[in-house]
C-alpha cells in the first residue's frame, strides 16, 4: 500500500487499517467510524465530484480508507446518477430544491417512514438503498408553502404541537 491504494486484499491478511478511523471529512467534521476495507480512490473522488457531495479527505490522515457508511452513500450516489441520467427526458428539475440528507436517520425512522407512507420496497435493503426508496417518495409529497410555513409558525407561536391541536380539537387519542 505504497500509495495509498489498495484491492483489499492486504486487510484480509490481517494487516491495513485496524481500527483505523475513516479518512474523511464530512459537511466539514471528521468521521468517527472504522474504516472498512474501501478506499478512496480517484474513480470514487470523481463520483464525489461530480455529485457534489460535501466529502473531502482529511489531510491528517495516514491512509486512505473509508468507512462502510461513506462507502454505500458514495455507491448510492453513482447509481442515483445512471437513473437520473435516463430521466433526463421527463423535465424534472429538482436541482433547484435544496436536498435533504436522509443518510442521516437511522434505518428505524426510515422504516417508520417507509411503514407510514405504505413505500413498497424489495425486502432486505441497506440503509444506502432504504434512505434513496424514502427519498424517491419523499419527492413525490405536495406541498403547498405557504400554508406550511403559516401553520408552523402559528404552531411555535401557540406553543404547541400537531398532536397537541389535534387532541384539543375534540379528536381522543388511543
Partial sequence: MNNGFSTGEEDS?????????????????NCKNIAGNASYSKRIQK???QRRLKLNIDPTATHLYIC???????????????????EDDSNETDT??????????????????????KVST????NKAQL?????????????KEKEILTFFIYMVKSNSNKLDHKNGIGNDAT
Fill in 47 to 49: 463520483t464525489v465530484t
Fill in 68 to 86: 462502510d457508511f461513506h462507502k454505500a452513500r458514495i455507491q448510492c450516489a453513482r447509481t442515483r446518477r445512471r437513473r437520473k441520467d435516463s
Fill in 122 to 125: 424489495r425486502p432486505g435493503m
Fill in 96 to 117: 433547484d430544491l435544496p436536498e435533504v440528507d436522509l443518510y442521516q436517520l437511522q434505518v428505524n425512522t426510515l422504516r417508520r417512514y417507509k411503514r407510514h407512507y
Fill in 131 to 143: 434512505a434513496d426508496a424514502v427519498m424517491k417518495h419523499f419527492k413525490t409529497i405536495p406541498i
Fill in 13 to 29: 491478511r490481517g494487516g491495513g487499517v485496524a481500527n483505523q478511523m475513516c479518512c474523511l471529512i464530512d459537511e466539514g467534521v
